[in-house]
C-alpha cells in the first residue's frame, strides 16, 4: 500500500528550527522526485522545495538560505530542515512525490510559527 507520512511539525517561537521528516512506503523511492508544499489559511498551495531523483535542489525564494531539503533513498525518506523560522512559514506543510504521471501526497502536518 502507498503511503507518504509526515511528521516533525510543532510550535515554535521566530528564530527557532523544526526539521520535519516524510516516510514513503510501497513505491521505488528513489524513482520519485519529492516535494514540500504549504498551505497557509487563505493562500494558495506554495512550492516550498523540490530534491530530485539525483539530489539537485530548487527553493522557493521565501525559504532560500533558510531551508534545506533533502533524501535518503536507503531509508525512503524525505526531510525539510526549516531554520530562522518566521511567522509567514506558519503553514500545513505537506509531502509530495511525482513520477512520470503518478503523484502522491501525505495528509500533513502542521507547523506554527509566533510568539
Known amino acids: 500500500q502507498v503511503h507518504l507520512v509526515e511528521s516533525g511539525g510543532g510550535s515554535v517561537q521566530p528564530g527557532g528550527s523544526l526539521r520535519l521528516t516524510c516516510t514513503a512506503s510501497?513505491?521505488?523511492?528513489?524513482?520519485?522526485?519529492m516535494n514540500w508544499y504549504r498551505e497557509a489559511p487563505g493562500k494558495s498551495r506554495e512550492l516550498v522545495a523540490t530534491?530530485?531523483?539525483?539530489?539537485?535542489?530548487n527553493y522557493a525564494d521565501s525559504v532560500k538560505d533558510r531551508f534545506i531539503i533533502s533524501r535518503d533513498n536507503t531509508n525512503n525518506t524525505t526531510s525539510l530542515q526549516m531554520d530562522n523560522l518566521k511567522p509567514e512559514d506558519t503553514a500545513l506543510y505537506l509531502c509530495?512525490?511525482?513520477?512520470?504521471?503518478?503523484?502522491?501526497w501525505g495528509r500533513g502536518t502542521q507547523v506554527t510559527v509566533s510568539s
Open positions: 510501497g513505491i521505488i523511492f528513489s524513482n520519485f522526485i
Open positions: 530534491i530530485s531523483r539525483g539530489g539537485n535542489t
Open positions: 509530495n512525490a511525482e513520477f512520470s504521471v503518478h503523484t502522491l
